[in-house]
């Protein structure tokens, strides 16, 4: 049973052999009813470039969001990241982004078809992240079910573009298949920095599963937050146990 405490974990991390993966919503931030009304720390910014240095660089951020939205938030970092679920990738914080050779933007008119599906559903809206479309109802959890069904209906009557449905904290999210979490993290621990380092990968919920399977199948680690999921070695409270835990480790020295 992992324990709920990763700091008796600490010491087996050694910074010159760790490649860290860090989820961002529900992981490295407080969930909010907006996905634009989260609230950054300052010294959480503070410590990812402490952590990042240390690491040699060897830190990405794996998230749901755009590239253009971790930057926003974590403004003036621009870390090594995956966003939209593995569709965007940043290699190097000097380089451009990359779209995973998978990846198509999602056509306009599965937009307007998801628009005209959610005017059945108020509370309930949607982000364009152009590789994927994300229904929030964190407002309205009562409609979970319906909604669910709904969207499922709006996937079948686009077969063509086979479309995967994934389900987070309180929002559905319609991708194309063929990109994932965990395959965004094997592209990074392929190339340095983060070659034949040890892959930590800290996520919250089901979305992060397959960057779970990935880091534990490459000889690494898996740290839940909130609840345990498969394959998780210790399990965080709650994201400011992530946040304090991400502090303390980015102390560490590599020996010279």
Not at 44 to 60: F, K, Q
Not at 90 to 104: H, I, L, T
Not at 149 to 160: C, G, K, P, S
């Amino acid at each position: 049973m992992p324990s709920t405490i990763a700091d008796e974990f600490q010491d087996g991390l050694k910074i010159e052999r760790t490649a860290l993966f860090l989820d961002v919503d529900g992981t490295l931030l407080d969930l909010a009813p907006r996905p634009g009304a989260v609230f950054v720390p300052p010294s959480l910014i503070d410590s990812l470039a402490i952590a990042d240095e240390a690491l040699g660089g060897a830190l990405a951020l794996v998230s749901g969001r755009s590239l253009d939205d971790l930057d926003r938030l974590f403004s003036p970092l621009q870390l090594r990241a995956s966003g939209v679920h593995g569709a965007q990738t940043r290699f190097s914080p000097n380089n451009p982004r990359q779209a995973d050779e998978m990846a198509e933007g999602l056509p306009r008119k599965l937009w307007m078809a998801l628009t005209e599906v959610l005017f059945d559903f108020p509370g309930t809206f949607a982000e364009n992240k152009r590789y994927s479309f994300a229904v929030h109802y964190r407002t309205v959890p009562m409609l979970k079910q319906r909604l669910r069904e709904a969207l499922q209906r709006l996937i079948a009557a686009y077969a063509d573009l086979q479309l995967d449905m994934i389900h987070g904290h309180s929002v559905f999210e319609i991708k194309p298949r063929g990109f994932d979490k965990g395959k965004a993290i094997k592209r990074f621990i392929e190339r340095e920095p983060f070659l034949g380092r040890v892959p930590v990968f800290i996520g919250d919920d089901v979305t992060d599963e397959s960057g779970f399977a990935t880091v534990v199948s490459h000889g690494g680690h898996a740290f839940s937050v909130g609840h345990e999921r498969p394959g998780v070695s210790f399990v965080f409270p709650a994201p400011e146990n992530v946040r304090s835990w991400l502090a303390r480790f980015g102390q560490q020295r590599a020996p010279t």
